[in-house]
């Protein structure tokens, strides 16, 4: 709004003698602190839009940080895959080397044995032959030369015989060790490929655990990015059509803002919920869990247990977070309610608990009452989730805030396949809400 506009708003509110009322004077005065709301809130505005643009290049500069280490991660396991199977073929190749090493020493020590047993006795034999020529020549005459001597070639012909006999099982056995002290040198040999092929897997497995950590590493930073930008989007969304849809009051505006905060819990992924406050009732800082006013979210197909909706519409919280929430520190659960005719009713529990997964998302405990509802909510203590709260469930002088939606009042409100509590059926919208009792 101009200065000229409000030169001209404050001259149409003047009295015709020109001098202002003290009424005049106020309204002045609001008009210009509007203004002035007004301009910061577009700065706010704008100062999230810069931010959402800078989250969405983080968020791409991320996205292919985490493709190209999910590439590396893909290659380092090709390649752990790789040596991995050239180890086990390996390791195979040793154990048929280390039998036939086995087989082929056993065989030597029988050659050997055998080739030794062998020359034993054709040093004997030998032996025998020289003590039986020895002998011969003391014997014979001197007239039986010719038969000496042809005894004596057919014994050195038997002693040369033996000889290469014995030479032959000698280089026989030399073979065999040699052949045996090689492929004990390639046992070595393919040990040390082997280890060194260990050494480099190992290698391959810290790269890959290095590569998946930093994965990790990239996608929750991807995540709490969305997450901030999400939220970031949502509220200036809110702050748009809150802006849009101002009520008027004697010549200002005003606006009331809901805003998107995150919640972050040990052992539980950040997650974002709406906050607003219930004047009159325990101040700010009420957490919506359920909120209903539409039909623009199906309740008979979300999964109650991760929560589903829109954040700045209809949704579902989620039984997870709210076992986890009541569990952590004791909360107060507040219901607001609102008919066809616009009549609201609330309905306040000062100690709401919700079991685990195990027990189906029990109504442990709910504390004291206060409201003007009814304590509906009360028939449903100690039952599991689907029985106090789901979609389509009748219980006789219970509730179901996630029944079916009806926009209008042509459906019987005595019948109870929609939102009704107690007596109260088929209302127009529902909102839950959850506080911690030390806020």
């Known amino acids: 709004m101009s200065e000229m506009t409000l030169n001209n708003l404050s001259q149409e509110g003047s009295a015709p003698e020109n001098n202002l009322s003290s009424d005049s004077e106020d309204d002045y005065n609001v008009l210009v602190a509007e203004v002035k709301d007004h301009q910061l809130l577009l700065q706010l505005l704008r100062t999230f839009q810069a931010k959402c643009k800078s989250n969405a290049t983080t968020i791409k500069d991320l996205g292919g940080k985490l493709f190209e280490a999910e590439s590396q991660l893909l290659i380092h396991k090709e390649k752990a895959q790789f040596f991995d199977e050239k180890c086990r073929d390996k390791g195979d190749l040793i154990a048929t080397l280390k039998a036939s090493i086995q087989i082929n020493n056993e065989m030597t020590t029988r050659n050997a044995a055998a080739h030794d047993m062998n020359i034993k006795l054709m040093q004997n034999r030998i032996t025998e032959l020289q003590n039986a020529l020895d002998t011969q020549a003391k014997d014979d005459q001197p007239n039986s030369g010719t038969i000496h001597d042809t005894q004596l070639e057919k014994f050195q012909e038997q002693i040369a015989d033996y000889k290469r006999i014995i030479e032959l099982n000698e280089s026989t056995i030399c073979q065999l060790k040699e052949k045996v002290t090689a492929l004990e040198t390639k046992v070595k040999l393919d040990a040390t490929i082997i280890e060194n092929k260990n050494h480099e897997l190992a290698q391959v497995t810290n790269s890959i655990s290095t590569a998946e950590s930093t994965i990790l590493k990239l996608k929750k930073e991807v995540t709490a990015l969305e997450t901030t930008a999400q939220l970031a989007e949502i509220n200036i969304k809110q702050k748009d059509e809150q802006t849009e849809n101002k009520s008027s009051h004697r010549g200002y505006k005003i606006t009331n803002l809901v805003s998107t905060k995150l919640i972050e ?5 950040p997650f974002a919920a709406p906050f607003k406050d219930i004047p009159c009732r325990n101040g700010n800082g009420w957490m919506v869990v359920q909120r209903r006013f539409d039909g623009s979210v199906n309740f008979s197909e979300g999964s109650y247990i991760d929560g589903f909706g829109s954040l700045a519409g209809e949704f579902w919280l989620g039984l997870e977070k709210l076992y986890i929430l009541t569990n952590i520190t004791p909360h107060m659960l507040h219901i607001q309610l609102v008919d066809f005719d616009d009549n609201t ?26 409201g003007n509802a009814g304590d509906a909510l009360r028939n449903h203590v100690h039952e599991g989730f689907n029985k106090w709260w789901v979609y389509k469930k009748e219980v006789q002088d219970g509730c179901n805030l996630n029944g079916k939606f009806y926009a209008s009042t042509s ?19 529902c909102t839950m809400l959850l506080k911690s009792m030390f806020i």
């Open 411 to 429: 459906r019987n409100r005595n019948t109870k396949d929609g939102i009704y509590w107690g007596t109260r059926g088929n209302l127009k919208s």
């Open 265 to 269: 819990i040990t052992g539980l992924a």
């Open 345 to 370: 009713w609330y309905a306040e529990y000062d100690h709401f608990i919700v079991g685990n997964k195990i027990c189906d998302y029990n109504l442990v405990n709910l504390g004291y009452y206060s």
